[in-house]
């Protein structure tokens, strides 16, 4: 495990995964400084999930990409690239002249996701939910490099599961964890069409096949 560092936090009530782009609107002053020590010093900062008001252990760190816009009053749009997980081991009181927070981490270190047959069945599932419901996500999915984190946000986890999930160790949990997840989806999904079927009845003449009672 490397050594403990000091890194700059900005908490958000959302959940970043390693690998993910992410765009905000910067307004509040203690991050609109944040964005010009990005910009001067090349530094990087954590994302940190809250949850029901409260500052979760592990976050995302984060690189600003590109200030898509600057604002008169100082406001922007960035784009930032997310790295890579850390665990913080305490929050740290402002440091001088740095109006935004500060935190002791430690990094995890990065795993190399291994082949897992699991992959494969849980890109199955997801694309037959996809098809059912006809849609998809806004992000192509490639089946050769794919990784649990690519599913995320889009199997209908609340943030609460979400952040459970992203906190998981091994890339086989966090597919375990997707395909109940989507398993899930999909009997709620022939839930939904069953009702929408008997929604739609209008007094149709309703044939059955004779069945082993004959």
Same mark, same amino acid.
Request: some cysteine; hydrophobic content about 40%.
């Given at each position: 495990m490397a050594e403990p560092l000091i890194l700059p936090v900005f908490p958000l009530p959302i959940v970043v995964f390693p690998d993910e782009e992410v765009r905000l609107h910067i307004?509040?002053?203690?991050?609109? /400084?944040?964005?010009?020590?990005?910009?001067? *010093?090349?530094?990087?900062?954590?994302? *940190?999930?809250?949850?029901? #008001?409260?500052? *979760?252990?592990?976050?995302?760190?984060?690189?600003?990409? !590109?200030?898509?816009?600057?604002?008169?009053?100082?406001? !922007?749009?960035?784009?930032? /690239? !997310?790295?890579?997980?850390?665990?913080?081991?305490?929050?740290? +009181? #402002?440091?001088?002249?740095?109006?935004? !927070?500060? @935190?002791?981490i430690e990094h995890w270190e990065k795993k190399i996701t291994s082949e897992h047959p699991l @992959? @494969?069945?849980?890109?199955?599932?997801? #694309? +037959?939910?996809?098809?059912?419901n006809k849609v998809r996500p806004f992000r192509k999915i490639d089946p050769l490099k794919f990784r649990s984190y690519d599913l995320g946000h889009f199997v209908g986890f609340n943030l609460q599961q979400e952040y459970a999930f992203f906190s998981l160790e091994t890339e086989v949990e966090r597919l375990e964890m997707l395909q109940l997840q989507? +398993?899930?989806?999909? +009997? /709620?999904?022939?839930?939904?069409?069953?009702?929408?079927? /008997?929604?739609? *009845?209008?007094?149709?003449?309703? #044939?059955?096949?004779?069945?082993?009672?004959?």
């Open positions: 307004f509040e002053p203690r991050y609109k /400084q944040l964005v010009i020590d990005c910009l001067e *010093m090349k530094i990087t900062f954590g994302l *940190m999930p809250i949850i029901e #008001n409260r500052l *979760m252990k592990i976050g995302t760190v984060v690189r600003l990409e !590109s200030v898509e816009r600057f604002y008169d009053d100082g406001r !922007s749009d960035i784009h930032l /690239q !997310s790295l890579d997980r850390f665990r913080m081991i305490r929050p740290i +009181e #402002n440091l001088p002249d740095k109006l935004y !927070s500060f @935190a002791e @992959a @494969a069945k849980v890109l199955s599932q997801f #694309n +037959e939910l996809c098809e059912i989507i +398993e899930f989806m999909l +009997e /709620q999904t022939k839930v939904r069409d069953h009702w929408l079927r /008997q929604l739609h *009845m209008n007094g149709e003449y309703r #044939n059955f096949k004779p069945g082993e009672w004959k």
